[in-house]
């Protein structure tokens, strides 16, 4: 009688844990596509802090919920318009190879010294978002484009199209190398990095940002995630059911959310990379 208990009592919480991943995913998947960080920095702290799993276990199946985050948002962004498809793949191509270092290094290294690592990038990106979060991107007018990263797209919050010209390019390549060298070592998809760096140093609009990183951030976390597969630290059941949720947020926020304000975008980007940080930092210590 008592097995039978146990096993209906373990079978129950088994469930629950697998509708709690599902959830996650889902808020994963909502959070990746608005903010264009593919949902490591949510997926990560939650399967390390909640769910007790090791730290690279966490990672390896944050690597592959990003692609699929990724491929959702990208596939519904390149019909609209608003992905930057030149200086994404541009950018992108000095990050793969990061990340296929980063993730070689991460798997050296001890769990509790990542956890560190992510608590301090996290909290940095935070504090440049804040003292950044008042500058507003002009949109430039059609005949002002000057190079091949220059691009315009429909702005539903705004009602008109938005043109834009990236600037500074060095600087922003640079900042893509280590947001590929992160998301391999931490499994974040870089778009922490990619974000800010389009944004504030390229001045891009963050709409067109965010969905750019979104598209970015699949190929780089695919990158990492062949590592962590070959290494044998993915789980394909925890992978899974988080994909599931993460398709299904995703879908949900293109179709709820395609009016909200870039100001609206930048503060909850801001305020959830505070959060994630100090979570994370505490688990560390």
Sequence with gaps: MNSLTNSAVYTILKNMEDVALLICGFIVGMLGTLLGIG???????????LFGFPMHSAIAASLVAIIATSSTATAHNIKTGIVDLNF?????????????????????????????????????????????????????????????FSGNFFDPSKQK???????????????????????GMLGVGGGIFKVPAMNLVSKLPIKAVAATSNFMVGITALSGAIIYFKSGYLDPKIAS?????VVFGSKFTLWKFRKITDKRIKLIFMLFLIFVSIEMLIKAI
């Design 241 to 245: 059911i988080i994909i599931i949720g």
């Design 161 to 183: 199209i938005v043109y834009y010209s990236a600037q500074h390019l060095v600087p922003t390549f640079i900042i893509s190398g280590l947001a590929g060298f992160i998301s």
């Design 88 to 148: 994404g793949i541009s950018l992108e191509l000095t990050a793969s190879i990061c990340a296929m270092a980063g993730s070689i290094i991460s798997i050296s290294l001890n769990g509790r010294v990542v956890s560190v690592i992510f608590s301090i990038i996290l909290f940095v990106t935070a504090l440049i978002y804040y003292f950044k979060r008042n500058i507003e991107i002009s949109s430039i007018r059609a005949e002002q484009k000057s190079n091949l």
């Design 39 to 49: 949902g490591g920095v949510i997926i990560v702290p939650t399967l390390v802090l």
